[in-house]
């Protein structure tokens, strides 16, 4: 009897485990498809120090952003991490990079950008706010708001 609930309890994991994989590839897939933002994507800021930027969606809710950190000469900035959200028709998100100096490799600020995306196939408009922080949490620079747009990287 009791390796009978073993075997059932086993059994009923592994649907509950095809049933995730199978229909979270399904999403992810729909997504990939353009219904969503899911997938690489060229994008272009154009009051950033350095207008182009590569950005990764994940299916579930998470981000990367990276640029090379050319655009300033004095500080160097990390790749930018974060979360996602749809809402309604737009996406919205935030990432958040750290800023060091060039010179003294000290921290110069935490740089917060929230963002609200719209995706129409494969491509995407929105608006960012950035802000930056010091070490005790105080606004240094911003809010500074810029328009950008991205598209899908896809294959031929």
């Known amino acids: 009897m009791r390796k009978t609930l073993l075997f059932a309890a086993a059994f009923t994991i592994l649907g509950v485990l095809i049933g995730i994989l199978f229909f979270g590839g399904a999403y992810a897939g729909a997504e990939a498809r ?5 997938g690489v994507w060229f994008a272009i800021f154009p009051d950033a120090p350095f207008r182009y930027h590569m950005i990764v969606f994940n299916s579930d809710g998470t ?6 950190d050319a655009g300033d000469a004095h500080t160097s900035d990390s790749d930018g991490m974060g ?3 749809r809402e ?3 996406v919205k998100g935030k990432f958040v990079e750290i800023t060091a100096d060039r010179t003294t490799r000290a ?4 740089g917060e ?3 609200e995306i719209t995706v129409n196939g494969d491509v995407f408009t929105g608006r960012a706010t950035g802000k930056f922080y010091d070490l ?3 606004v240094v620079v911003g809010p500074i708001q810029t328009a950008f747009n991205g598209s899908r ?4």
């Open 83 to 85: 979360i996602w959200m």
């Open 136 to 138: 005790d949490n105080k």
């Open 63 to 68: 981000m990367q952003q990276a640029n090379p």
């Open 153 to 156: 990287v896809t294959l031929p």
């Open 88 to 90: 309604g028709n737009s």
């Open 107 to 110: 921290f110069v600020s935490r």
């Open 34 to 38: 353009g219904s969503g933002p899911v």
């Open 113 to 115: 950008i929230s963002f």
